[in-house]
């Protein structure tokens, strides 16, 4: 009778050991690689677990992101003694040249724990889909996550990477334009050569890929799925290295990286004693970036050669007192989840770090409202007047990526819109059918 009774004992153990097994190993668990900035090493990693949690919770519960307006609901949701996030592992922390912190992780982000914790709080969700495509799921939260973590690293370098070249100018000898000697032209060449700073965003950049890119058997798992994989190749200090991504848009945000490498070596002043101008000359410019690669140079080499005839009257060269340059600093920011169009009392307009791509203006509308990038939500297709704005203020000057072609705004008459389009070449703005197509840039206000 004792042996029977301790078989029971024994056999309701085992049960409930094996309960309380599956129960954890049922627990919902995702991992996912994020970014963050901030003023601090405490601020930018905060700002990283934050991404994570409002990743996995778009992901597996709702789409909503209202909760996170509350910064102390969201401070507590992003915090590994909660229990929301399980742990975490730091890839690449960094110190900007601006004095902020750069930060890429990996955390593990419980989904079950995530759940209990908002439901305690009151706030009514909706579990999206059943929780057996967790791999699934998995999968798109990482491709996802990539792209918000690339863009976020493209921002993050954009500033320093106005502030990467030394300048120096040479001017010849002046020559005469007629016969009178009332007018001259004088040879001035800009040469541009990195500093340190490039080595700074050369090596963040391949640390943020790093903790990014595909394992080679992530690769093979990715391609027997049927599923594109997407290689860039990064040239930096006699080393190239090959990163492998699960998006598109990962590569497009790269592109706008590259694509800005003319206005980043064409920040400069050029002053005479009398009066100073930007940028100028026809430029002779180190290919930055190619097909699928990025060719990063290290402290000390030449970027660029800008060379022109500085015209002047002889009443005008009298008044100067010789050429200098000095580089211009920063005159474009990237904040608020996107490049900077204008800001007056700390508010302004941001543009989207890429296009959303080519389609009719109703689709264009939904694109944008429906886009969320870099942590916010509330884009929106432009108006006339904003990407007017866009234009003057990013495309002129380099800032953007954008393609020279027709891009969707919209005009309002009484409660009505109706479509628009504007021309990122020449500035040529015109009423469109909305069943033609055009290029999409999202833009908010903050």
């Not at 370098?157 to 001259?184: G, R, V």
Request: net charge neutral; charged share 20%.
């Amino acid at each position: 009778m004792k042996s029977i009774f301790k078989s029971i004992i024994l056999i309701s153990l085992f049960v409930t050991n094996f309960q309380i097994a599956l129960a954890q190993e049922e627990e919902k668990a995702v991992t996912i690689t994020v970014s963050g900035s901030g003023k601090t090493q405490e601020e930018a990693k905060q700002s990283a677990l934050r991404s994570a949690i409002e990743q996995a919770f778009g992901t597996f519960i709702s789409s909503k992101t209202e909760i996170f307006n509350d910064q102390v609901v969201a401070e507590q949701m992003a915090s590994v003694s909660s229990g929301n996030i399980k742990s975490f592992s730091i890839l690449n922390e960094s110190q900007l040249p601006d004095d902020r912190w750069g930060v890429t992780l990996k955390a593990l982000v419980s989904v079950d724990k995530l759940t209990s914790f908002v439901e305690a709080k009151g706030i009514a969700i909706e579990i999206k889909g059943g929780m057996f495509a967790l791999n699934i799921k998995q999968q798109l939260l990482n491709e996802q996550g990539e792209i918000k973590a690339v863009s976020e690293m493209v921002g993050l370098l954009h500033e320093p990477m106005q502030i990467s070249f030394d300048y120096d100018i040479k001017s010849s000898d002046p020559k005469s334009l007629d016969a009178e000697s009332k007018n001259w032209e004088i040879p001035l060449v800009v040469t541009a050569t990195t500093n340190k700073n490039i080595d700074f965003c050369a090596n963040y950049c391949i640390k943020t890929l790093a903790a990014l890119s595909l394992s080679s058997k992530e690769v093979t798992s990715y391609q027997s799925l049927n599923k594109a994989v997407f290689p860039v190749v990064i040239n930096y200090n006699g080393v190239a290295k090959t990163f492998y991504l699960r998006k598109q848009g990962s590569i497009n945000a790269l592109k706008a990286l590259t694509k800005q490498w003319e206005f980043y070596t064409r920040s400069f002043t050029v002053q005479s004693g009398m009066d100073e101008s930007n940028g100028n000359g026809n430029g002779q410019i180190h290919q930055f970036g190619g097909e699928g690669n990025i060719n990063f140079l290290t402290t000390g080499q030449q970027a660029a050669t800008f060379s022109w005839q500085d015209k002047r009257t002889l009443s005008q060269i009298e008044q100067m007192t010789g050429y200098k340059v000095k580089p211009r600093g920063i005159v474009s920011q990237f904040k608020h989840g996107g490049f900077v169009v204008f800001e007056e009392n700390g508010h302004g307009l941001v543009a989207a770090i890429t296009d959303l791509g080519n389609m009719d203006w109703n689709s264009a509308k939904t694109a944008c409202e429906e886009l969320i990038i870099n942590g916010y939500s509330d884009w929106h297709l432009p108006s006339k007047k904003e990407l007017n704005a866009v234009y003057v203020n990013l495309k002129q000057i380099g800032v953007g990526g954008f393609a020279d072609s027709w891009y969707w705004c919209y005009y309002t008459e009484g409660n009505k819109s109706y479509a628009w389009t504007q021309h990122s070449s020449n500035g040529e703005q015109s009423n469109y059918t909305e069943s033609g197509t055009g290029i999409v840039r999202a833009v908010r206000a903050f």
